[in-house]
């Protein structure tokens, strides 16, 4: 379980609804109070106190702060600068959420420790008591005794009011008055500093090695409170500098400022926690945030097996198969022999392994048969051998219905037919969806763009109306459903003609990754269904899919120069390079490396002619290795590829001129009517067994 997802148990607990924490773009922690989400930062090495930290505090927010009374709030209060009701009001959100939740104090106390540490104040090089009063409080009231604080007696009463605030009014009557007693305390400060100025002189001139020497008498503390309220001109002399080498600049401090508005320690912890983000765009890096689709986008997308059905012309199907029939008949006859080699394979890896697994124990009572072997054998009792029972499997399947699948989309969904009966013939659940791009359909697109509008996103997120999921087959149709889906994709695998795609399946564009983020939830759903311990999942696809496109939201800012993004879906962190023109990777290999961090397999079938290998394959020496295999056996074989823990291939050498009814008839026959078949069918059957067993 990530850490995101650990804290946003915390978070719904601490705020007592089932509120939604995601990490975003943005430079500091934030709730939204409409839409009740939490947003928290990417840090470099963010610790978990620190994570506690920010949850803790901004609950309190979502739990007591009004509108006004929100960090981001551009509303003016009169007599209270943003700074100081700042300061006060998480006085306040902090004392009640530690008051109703005490256990959370040793986390903020470590969490505060953590900011220091970091010098996130600005505080370390400095003597904290020289500060202004507001910066005094603002360290005082968050560090809770970390820091040594001390205030005059005249500062004293304004803590004491500003600690035991309870309500909004009392924040704002604390923050009046203490900016009432800043103006005063200014005033005072500048009428001396007037009296002490007399003697000062009027112009300084700075040139370069200017103070260098050890001798030097060093600049007083009223003439530097001159120079910074100008009343003492400070001229640069710059030719003294020139040829001079450049020396590194000295980190942020706290200056001595006038500016009552203004509390140093709260500016530059805000501005030290956007910096510490995670290369993020809004601080200068080249990383950006997108949110995964929700499992209710996943839906909106994804068309089930019922409106996929009667969206299909059954009337010219039924004709049409009276034309397949004796194809038909004798495709499941040889449908038999590969499905009952696959299920050979599989059982008899099962049963190795239940085998391997097994233990035996003495039953207490002695074995006569053994008796006679007590002066050299201790096992001289009954035994009984355990078990365990075999993990339960499940399968899911994505085919890719895209046009560039045209020419071997027959052939995959010839292979698919055998991948679904072996599942039906050894209890295995599954399910099967198509993808390709929201085309045909009654106002297909219209429908999963209006769906898609109802639930939006303001944040930066994967833009998912340009995907559309079917479901084609599954385990949980009724028989006569399954009968009639498992005909349609068999007139599929032989005809291209446009009755037996419904206008649900019409092939378009291959939106292979947003596919794949919405498989998981599918995925799952899936497992929470079937309670399976054991998912495969498989694709079967030429591989490679359109650009990743991407909603910019509310919490980028200013012009992107964006090389690498991190996406979070499930509590699971995509990260994939982005080139502008083609946004991500084009195989899904990152949306399936997630997948295989699930504890779920996967597994692709490619059918492939032989002048694609050197594509599949880059390097030259394995590429050759590969189509010698292919042309000796049929097939080839790549593991821990592409984020698939097993590609197989297999295929024929398609010719251009080749028509694809044609070439589908010669595909069967060369591969049926043969020793070769056969023994190429036990391969691969072999092969996907060994995999998914």
């Not at 709730?31 to 309190?60: A, M, N, T």
């Not at 090389?563 to 949306?591: E, H, R």
């Amino acid at each position: 379980m990530s850490v995101l997802v650990k804290k946003s148990i915390l978070a719904r607990l601490l705020a007592n609804e089932n509120i939604t924490v995601e990490q975003t773009n943005h430079s500091t922690a934030y709730f939204d109070i409409d839409k009740r989400i939490l947003g928290i930062p990417y840090w470099k090495d963010i610790s978990s106190d620190l994570y506690d930290l920010f949850v803790g505090h901004e609950i309190g927010h979502a739990l007591y702060t009004p509108a006004d009374g929100w960090h981001s709030s551009t509303t003016e209060i009169p007599n209270c600068p943003r700074a100081y009701v700042n300061i006060i009001e998480d006085i306040r959100i902090e004392k009640l959420v530690l008051n109703e939740y005490p256990g959370l104090l040793s986390g903020f106390m470590r969490g505060y420790q953590d900011l220091l540490d970091r010098d996130f104040f600005g505080i370390k090089a400095i003597d904290i008591n020289t500060l202004s009063f507001t910066n005094r409080l603002n360290i005082f009231a968050k560090t809770r005794g970390l820091v040594e604080v001390r205030f005059t007696s005249t500062e004293q009463p304004y803590v004491d009011r500003a600690m035991a605030v309870k309500t909004w009014k009392d924040v704002l009557a604390s923050c009046t008055e203490i900016y009432a007693f800043m103006k005063e305390e200014l005033k005072k400060h500048r009428e001396e500093m007037k009296e002490v100025g007399e003697g000062l002189p009027e112009k300084i001139i700075i040139k370069a090695g200017s103070g260098s020497n050890e001798n030097t008498t060093p600049m007083s503390q009223e003439l530097r409170d001159a120079i910074a309220n100008g009343e003492v001109e400070v001229e640069v002399d710059i030719d003294s500098f020139n040829n001079q080498e450049a020396t590194s600049t000295t980190p942020d401090s706290i200056g001595n400022s006038d500016d009552i508005d203004v509390v140093e320690t709260d500016s530059l912890l805000r501005n030290c926690i956007a910096k510490a983000l995670v290369d993020s765009i809004n601080t200068g890096g080249k990383t950006i945030y997108i949110k995964g689709p929700t499992a209710a986008e996943a839906n909106a997308i994804t068309s089930s097996y019922e409106n996929v059905e009667n969206n299909r012309c059954l009337k010219c199907n039924s004709d049409d198969f009276e034309k397949l029939a004796n194809s038909y008949i004798k495709f499941k006859a040889r449908l038999k022999l590969d499905v009952n080699a696959m299920v050979k394979e599989f059982e008899m890896r099962k049963t190795a392994r239940r085998y391997a697994r097994a233990t035996q124990s003495p039953k207490g009572s002695l074995d006569v048969n053994q008796l006679h072997k007590y002066k050299y054998d201790d096992n001289i009792f009954k035994s009984v051998t355990h078990f365990d029972d075999d993990l339960s499997h499940g399968m899911i399947m994505l085919i890719d219905y895209s046009g560039s699948m045209e020419r071997i989309l027959p052939k995959v969904l010839k292979q698919l037919l055998v991948l679904v009966s072996f599942c039906k013939r050894v209890n295995i659940p599954f399910e099967v969806y198509g993808f390709t791009t929201p085309i045909g359909g009654y106002n297909n697109s219209a429908k999963i763009f209006k769906s898609l509008k109802e639930i939006e996103n303001t944040n930066t997120s994967i833009c998912m109306d340009g995907t559309h999921i079917f479901e084609l087959i599954s385990s949980k149709l009724t028989k006569q459903k399954y009968e009639a889906a498992f005909k349609t994709l068999f007139g599929q695998s032989k005809s291209s003609h446009n009755n037996w795609y419904g206008s649900l399946e019409r092939k378009g564009g291959t939106p292979l990754n947003t596919a794949l983020a919405a498989m998981y939830h599918h995925i799952d759903a899936f497992r929470k269904t079937h309670k399976v311990q054991k998912l495969n999942f498989i694709t079967l696809t030429d591989g490679y899919g359109d650009k990743l496109p991407i909603n910019f939201g509310k919490d980028i800012i200013g012009r992107l120069n964006v090389q690498n993004s991190i996406i979070d879906i499930l509590g699971m962190k995509i990260v994939q390079p982005i080139t502008y023109g083609c946004y991500g990777n084009n195989n899904g290999s990152a949306f399936l490396e997630g997948i295989r961090k699930m504890g779920i397999r996967t597994v692709n079938y490619h059918i492939i002619a032989e002048y694609q290998i050197k594509q599949v394959i880059k390097n030259k020496d394995e590429a050759e290795i590969a189509t010698a295999k292919y042309k000796k056996e049929g097939y080839f074989v790549l593991d821990n590829v592409d984020g698939y823990d097993r590609r197989i291939f297999t295929g024929i050498a398609l010719q251009n001129n080749t028509n694809c009814a044609e070439e589908d008839d010669a595909f069967a026959e060369s591969f049926t009517n043969s020793m070769f078949s056969k023994k190429l069918s036990r391969l691969i059957a072999a092969k996907f067994a060994e995999i998914i067993s």
